[in-house]
């Protein structure tokens, strides 16, 4: 007789324990549960103005917010050394600017990092000659300025200055959103 009470004290404990754990459980989802599933958000909100930014090229050249207010569609590429998913994501950029019949100045480039870092060094060969590039230091200006917060990021400019789409992660580049 004794087993039979010990067994069913020991099922009662572990039931209680199984109940705390699924109701902390249940507790957590609830407070956090907007967030499952989703990618965080990097870029700019759509149909918001370009941010104002100033930075400088790789060729020394000045690279300001006016030079993606003239009439012309655009792209911007946040990239980082360090950044697992950065090198996958340049042959998707190579195959958009291609398809998209983007020029060298539509097609601008910002890596996060040293200019000496082995990684921007792909980065510039990859890219160098299909856009623009600028290299800035960790969390620098321009991705600031663009609320950039995660990398890759591609933020897509439409003729009229407006941002028409921001896209985060290495696969292919989407299709513009209509405005």
């Known amino acids: 007789m004794g087993y039979v009470i010990a067994s069913i004290a020991i099922l009662a404990v572990l039931g209680i324990v199984n109940l705390f754990i699924s109701v902390s459980i249940i507790h957590r989802l609830r407070r ?3 967030q499952v599933g989703r990618l965080p958000m990097s870029g700019p909100p759509v149909r918001s103005r370009v941010p104002a930014f100033q930075t400088v090229t790789i060729n020394g050249e000045a690279l300001t917010d006016a030079n993606l207010r003239q009439g012309r569609q655009a792209v911007l590429a946040f990239l980082a050394a360090g950044c697992p998913a950065c090198p996958a994501s340049v042959p998707h950029l190579l195959s958009y600017v291609d398809e998209s019949r983007l020029g060298v100045s539509d097609t601008i480039v910002v890596v996060n990092g040293g200019r000496e870092d082995r990684e921007v060094s792909e980065i510039i ?3 160098e000659s299909v856009a623009t590039i600028a290299v800035e230091p960790a969390d620098g200006p321009t991705a600031r300025a663009f609320g950039v917060t995660h990398f890759p990021t591609f933020v897509f400019i439409g003729e009229d200055g407006l941002v028409e789409q921001s896209q985060l992660g ?5 299709p513009r959103i209509a405005a």
Do not use: F, I, N, T
């Open 125 to 127: 060969e990859a890219l």
């Open 170 to 174: 290495s696969g292919p580049l989407r």
């Open 32 to 34: 956090e549960g907007h």
